[in-house]
Every structure is written in structure tokens, then in C-alpha cells.
């Protein structure tokens, strides 16, 4: 990637219970669930690389329920990546360069492009190297920027597309029961979006200068939405999140202590999870990180374990990140040089 790292921050095991676990150590995935990474220590999560309603049309959301092609008690390990963005040349080098993992089960936890044609192109390569690939679309992949792709009205139908393009591909965009020689899980993508109204710490006032998030944010520019849906309130998100309501069941058991549910989703699922605003560059990147319905579908379905991208820990210089946020009137450094903590670059499994 053009930037890497190695992230150790504590995470929970299982909310319900209080605990805390490694993501590759976990006793009730019994050994099943990994990082993309190494220097994994007992209760952290290990990532190796900082890549670690208008109606969509019901079959872009409904496929077969089956396990992984891969042989029974073949699976080794599920492993879980995100915010690839193969438009820069060192990302798709990156990607091809991935050794071949065909015992183990990839998530892909959005933001590949917004040319449909680089995203397939990413997926198809990690799918020749990873024996199931699971996906889901961040806010990237439905950005409407492409003269190719001008058949495509609003940010909708590039949802629609985004699928139907994955289910072409084999990779799955519903839920998936994993069989390993240390046990089993069920994989569930979940699609979402964000809300401002995610954000419920008070807003900054002693700093002069902070932006509106429509202001800093290229969603708001570069997404259309088919009415009466809008950024500006939570109709989005919650149409979205009510999407998945129209995919396949769950396999049978999913959720009972033999079959762990790991869901995944390109935003943030509960507040607490982001860094507290003040020690961000753009204070206003909060109204834009996560889901409050996406939170709340999470609990509901019982979720052992939850892997993000969007907003991680760790302060690090910047990863060139196609042009998704813009910096204040008056910086005089390129955007790529200036320190942030480490937002939508790497996945979380929390």
C-alpha cells in the first residue's frame, strides 16, 4: 500500500459479555478469524496494512446461501481488508502482489474505486487468490464521476451496479457460513451509509475556520441521490441500511455459540469507536463516519464480531486518499504531508 502499518489497539471480543479478544485468538471462533497481518498479541487486533428510494432491483440482493467452495475443514482463516483505492498505480501494485491464500475467506470492506471497471478489475484479482471473497461498496465506489458510466443516474443505480457487478464476479454479497478445522462462523456484509446526525458529541465553537461536512466532504458533491432521499438528513442511511432486509436469510443456527456471526460494513456502526473530535484535523469528519442504524442492525443480528474501515486509531501521515478530503484555505503543505489520525484506510475488527 502507499502507506503501511501495524495497528495494536485493544478491541471488544463480544460487546454482550464484556470481554476482549484477539481477532486470530478468539476461543469462540476457535482459530477461524485472522487479520490481514502479523505481531498479533493476545486482546489486539493485528492489521498488517493500512489497505488491510429509487429501487435496486431485487436481485441484486438475493443469492444463494452456501458455504464456502472451498473443501470442508479447508478454511483456515477469514481475513479482512478494506479501502484498496486501485486508482493510484502503488495500490494495484500492491494488489497484485498479494500471495495466494486459496484455504482462507477475504472481506472486502469497500472503497475499491469509483470506476466500476478498476473495481472489477481488483476484485477479479483477489478473487483468483482467495478461495470466497465477500464485499461490500463504500462511499468511493458510489461516487458518480465517470463519463463511461453515464448510464448510470444516481448513486442508487451505481449501488445496483456495484452488486450486480460483484454477483458476475462470484464475489458474495450476502451472508456466508464458513466451515474451518477450528470451527465455523457466518460471514454477513451489511450495506450503509452515513448520517450527520451519527454525531452526538457537541460541536467544536472555540475553533474559527471549521467546515460544514458538505463543505469537506466530496459525498456530497460527487453522490446523487433519486428523491426524496438527501444527504443533508438520515434517509439515506436509512434506506440503505433497510436494504438489507431484502437479502437472503441467514443460514440456519447462525448466531448460537457454534455459528458466530462476524458482520461487516465500509462505515462505523457505534460513536464510541471514533476518535474524540478535537484530535482531528477536520472535527466535522465525525458527521460522516458512521450509522446509528447500522449500529442497531448490528446488535439486533448478534454480532460476535464486526469488521469496519472508515476511522481507525492511530495518528500516521496521510495516505493518498483520491481526493476525499480537502484541506483549509491557507495550508501550505500538499494534503498527502499533513498528519491526521488514520481515517478511511485500513479495517477494524471491533
Known sequence: PVVSQDCTAPVPGNARLGTTACCR?????????????????????????SLVEGEAEAAAFTEPVAAASAAEGSVRRVRCISDIHVDEEENRQWLAGLPEHPEDVLIVAGDLSDNLARARSA?????GKYGE????????????????????????????AFLAMCRDEGVRTGPLRVDGEGGSCCVVPLLSWHHQSFDTEPDITCWEGIPRPEH???DYSRCKWPSPLSQTDESVARALDELNDRGPAFPEGAGAAALPIISFSHFVPRFELNPEKRFLFLPCLLKAVGSRFLGERVQRIGSAMHGRARVSLRVERAPRLHGDWRPPEGADRPLDKLPWLRAAHGCALV
Open 25 to 49: 485468538h478468539r476461543r469462540s471462533l476457535a482459530g477461524v478469524v485472522g487479520g490481514v497481518g502479523r505481531n498479533c498479541g493476545g486482546g489486539a487486533m493485528a492489521c498488517d496494512a
Open 123 to 127: 476484485l477479479r484479482t483477489l478473487k
Open 133 to 160: 471473497v465477500l464485499c461490500v461498496p463504500g462511499n468511493h465506489d458510489l461516487w458518480l464521476s465517470r463519463k463511461e458510466e453515464s448510464g448510470v443516474r444516481d448513486s442508487m443505480e451505481k449501488l445496483q
Open 216 to 218: 469537506a466532504m466530496v
